[in-house]
């Protein structure tokens, strides 16, 4: 069965820097969705991107974050001048229409130190 | 955004079927209704999803009243393995904005 991949699965680093959080989206599949968890608190909707160009976002996902489809297989996360408070678990999704169930990656761990 | 009451936890005993209910009062006509699994570090995985009246697949069953304001999970001879968090969503109907909203979700602990 198709798989949703990220990379890395554990990401360390130093507040401040920036981070770059990689997800390879089921082929076939058109509507692209990242969410984050932080330990212990649920699941939260970041953004998602259909035909190149965000489709709604949340308050979260604010001028730190950005997402690109730089070719055409990979979906990718980019944090700028990461916080303390952004390390969390960043799920990536996907699925081929709207209403269709969305297939999660199984996250990377990024922790800001 | 239609939003999502779930209990907060529930515990069963392996072999036993075990139902989780969720209300979901203002539900859109167009939305439907989706339940995910979620274990420890690791990415919710899809278990079912339904529109109206029942649904039902290798894993479970969903059951939705005529009215849609609430759903009912059924995971039939529970074992330790779906010791799990089980999430209810409402929403993604076509024509309209979705936002994946996903409460606390119902914590479901199998005993031996």
């Known amino acids: 069965e198709p798989e949703v991949t990220q990379t890395p699965s554990h990401q360390v680093t130093q507040m401040g820097q920036e981070v770059i959080l990689r997800c390879v989206p089921i082929?076939?599949?058109?509507?692209f969705y990242w969410y984050r968890q932080i330990l212990g608190q649920k699941v939260e909707f970041l953004v998602s991107f259909y035909n190149n160009e965000i489709s709604e976002k949340s308050e979260i996902f604010d001028d730190q974050f950005s997402v690109e489809r730089p070719d055409g297989s990979n979906f990718t996360l980019k944090i700028r001048s990461t916080k303390l408070e952004d390390s969390a678990m960043y799920f990536c999704?996907?699925?081929?229409?709207?209403?269709?169930?969305?297939?999660f990656g199984d996250g990377t761990r990024l922790s800001i130190l | 955004l239609a939003k999502t009451t779930q209990p907060i936890s529930m515990d069963s005993y392996e072999g036993q079927e075990v139902n989780i209910t969720c209300s979901h009062n203002?539900?859109?006509?167009?939305?439907?209704i989706t339940w995910y699994q979620q274990f420890p570090s690791q990415g919710p995985r899809f278990i079912i999803q339904g529109y109206k009246t029942k649904v039902t697949n290798e894993v479970a069953s969903l059951f939705i009243p005529a009215d849609r304001k609430s759903s009912t999970l059924s995971l039939p001879r529970v074992s330790l393995s779906d010791t799990a968090v089980y999430y209810c969503l409402v929403g993604a109907g076509t024509g309209g904005s979705y936002i994946p909203t996903f409460g606390r979700g119902t914590s479901l602990i199998v005993h031996p």
């Open positions: 082929s076939n599949h058109l509507y």
């Open positions: 999704a996907s699925n081929g229409l709207p209403e269709e169930p969305q297939h």
């Open positions: 203002n539900i859109a006509t167009n939305d439907y």
